[in-house]
T-cell receptor
């Protein structure tokens, strides 16, 4: 069975600091991996996805994530946090690209001024 | 530019009452999904549909029923609401079954007393 673990339910960073949100997955077959973002009182929207092409994936709003098979990780990073990045972030995995996504529990990112 | 629209956005029910959540999408997407979001648990798939007239069970289908009579609409029904069904419900749609990109509505917050 596939699953996703997000380390840290809350992460707090200062404006301008590096953002690092951690995601580890388990999957018996090559996974497709995704990061979604949820702003307050809104639905989720896709940030970026890994579909077995380049291991470093760039997404919207300056975010990127690197697929590391040896570590079974897909951590999300952004070099410099902005106040508008405050949101909840979800890592998700699917088997072979299907749309039945399994979501992690989410990480709430707080950005301090 | 509506995308995915959910109604109602808020509802309070008493235990044992029934209700239906309506999801409508204007993107001509084939696939539609219903998720529930609970604190610390991420999103869990309740039911999904791969096309008009089809439905299938997801991870947590018990206590819910769905129908997809028209391509643009996906209804989620609770026949006899229970307090354990207090949650935020999200509808999503996707163009196909192999991209992992889901488009979400803004959510429906349901409280069962």
């Amino acid at each position: 069975a596939q699953s996703v673990t997000q380390l840290g339910s809350h992460v707090s960073v200062s404006e301008g600091a590096l953002v690092l949100l951690r995601c580890n997955y388990s999957s018996s077959v090559p996974p497709y991996l995704f990061w979604y973002v949820q702003y307050p009182n809104q639905g989720l929207q896709l940030l970026l996805k890994y579909t077995s092409a380049a291991t470093l994936v760039k997404g919207i709003n300056g975010f990127e994530a690197e697929f590391k098979k040896s570590e079974t990780s897909f951590h999300l990073t952004k070099p410099s946090a902005h106040m508008s990045d405050a949101a909840e972030y979800f890592c998700a995995v699917s088997l072979g690209g299907g749309n039945k996504l399994v979501f992690g529990a989410g990480t709430i990112l707080r950005v301090k001024s | 530019n509506a995308g995915v629209t959910q109604t109602p956005k808020f509802r309070v029910l008493k235990t044992g009452q029934s209700m239906t959540l309506l999801c409508a999408q204007d993107m001509n997407h084939e696939y539609m999904y219903w998720y529930r979001q609970d604190p610390g648990m991420g999103l869990r798939l309740i039911h999904y549909s791969v096309g008009e007239g089809t439905t299938a069970k997801g991870e947590v289908p018990d206590g819910y029923n769905v129908s997809r009579l028209k391509k643009q609409n996906f209804l989620l029904g609770l026949e006899s609401a229970a307090p354990s069904q207090t949650s935020v419900y999200f509808c999503a749609s996707s163009r196909s079954g192999d991209t992992g990109e889901l488009f979400f509505g803004e959510g429906s917050r349901l409280t069962v007393l």
